[in-house]
């Protein structure tokens, strides 16, 4: 079974924070993703990549970056918290190709 | 106006019901089209997946895609409690730089009660 996992399924931080929310796949997929979700305007995607190293923009990037240094690991950082940013935040993950996306469990964000 | 529009709902229906959920979409690009489902406190996992347009049928559960009108539609028969959950449309173009990358409609809230 493909399994993708997130650090923490709860997360308070405060403002001005820097936060960083990891997610590990055991799949060995090339493409990973970060989703925000909120109530009313479904999952939008911050960031994915595609491959080791390599990033793109998705549709809502402001006050996020990401790294991935590692296949297996993409992470998502807030270099300065804003209250604006609390949030269910998943990550997924698939094949090259493929369609298919592979959801971890989310955390959920509050930024005070 | 999004690129895919879905009716947050909520929907509450009895068991047993047949249960209708519907995304409309605006760019003609897009050839591949889910459903997802997410419980509470959950990841979304996915329900059904169509290329293009047509029919899809899995046990109590039917995706249609009308390409002509950019409407999809999932119907679920025989509806269970165990069927209460978020339902989220996605759908993908088929360019080479997509990446696979999706995009997700806002999600019907569906409660089937006994």
């Known amino acids: 079974d493909v399994k993708v996992t997130q650090s923490s399924r709860y997360l308070v931080k405060r403002t001005g924070e820097k936060v960083f929310l990891e997610c590990v796949q055991d799949?060995?997929?090339?493409?990973m993703f970060w989703y925000r979700q909120d109530p009313g305007l479904g999952l939008r995607l911050i960031y994915f990549?595609?491959?080791?190293?390599?990033?793109e923009k998705g549709d809502i990037p402001e006050g996020y970056s990401v790294s991935r240094e590692k296949k297996e690991r993409f992470s998502l950082i807030l270099e300065s918290a804003s209250t604006n940013q609390t949030s269910m935040y998943l990550c997924?993950?698939?094949?090259?190709?493929?369609?298919?996306?592979?959801f971890g469990p989310g955390t959920r964000l509050t930024v005070t | 106006q999004k690129e895919v529009e879905q009716d947050p709902g909520p929907l509450s229906v009895p068991e047993g019901a047949i249960v209708s959920l519907n995304c409309t979409y605006s760019n003609s690009a897009f050839q591949y089209f889910m459903w997802y489902r997410q419980y509470s406190r959950k990841g979304p996992e996915l329900l059904m997946y169509?290329?293009?347009?047509g029919n899809k049928e899995d046990g109590r559960f039917t995706a249609q895609v009308d390409k002509s009108s950019k409407y999809i539609s999932l119907f679920i028969r025989d509806s269970q409690p165990s069927d209460s959950a978020t339902y989220l449309c996605?759908?993908?173009?088929?360019?080479?730089?997509?990446?696979?990358?999706?995009?997700f409609g806002q999600g019907t809230i569906l409660t089937v009660h006994p």
């Open positions: 169509t290329y293009s347009s």
């Open positions: 799949m060995d997929h090339e493409n």
């Open positions: 990549s595609y491959d080791v190293k390599m990033k």
């Open positions: 997924a993950s698939s094949w090259k190709g493929a369609y298919e996306q592979y």
């Open positions: 996605a759908m993908s173009d088929a360019g080479g730089t997509s990446y696979g990358k999706l995009t």
